[in-house]
């Protein structure tokens, strides 16, 4: 019988995406990412770390068009709100996660 080799090349052409670092108070429950301008939501996030990261379509790293919203659950802090935040751009080809910087 015939088996077929799968051979899996590694992409040389760029494949670029925004990514969003977010430092956070553990003490809220979770965020929201909202694209300013139209209000759509991008992400809704729990907080299990100080930094959160999230990958964003690539529009998102070439202008400050978000908005970060840090909510409490426990209705005992006010939600926090951080305007005109902008993504980075990275490249998947050569992303490595271990790159990433660590939660303190």
């Known amino acids: 019988m015939l088996v077929p080799q799968i051979v899996l090349n590694k992409p040389t052409t760029p494949i670029n995406l925004a990514l969003l670092v977010i430092e956070v108070d553990t003490r809220a429950s979770r965020i929201q990412v909202l694209d300013r301008g139209t209000g ?11 930094k959160l990261f999230k990958f964003l379509p690539i529009e ?5 068009n978000l908005m970060v919203i840090m909510i409490d659950d426990t209705n005992v802090f006010n939600a926090a709100i951080a305007d005109n935040v ?8 050569t992303f490595d996660p271990k790159d990433l910087p660590t939660a303190q």
Do not use: K, M, T, W
């Open 86 to 93: 902008q993504a980075q751009i990275i490249d998947l080809v």
């Open 40 to 50: 759509q939501l991008q992400a809704h996030l729990p907080i299990y770390s100080p």
């Open 60 to 64: 998102y790293a070439s202008r400050p």
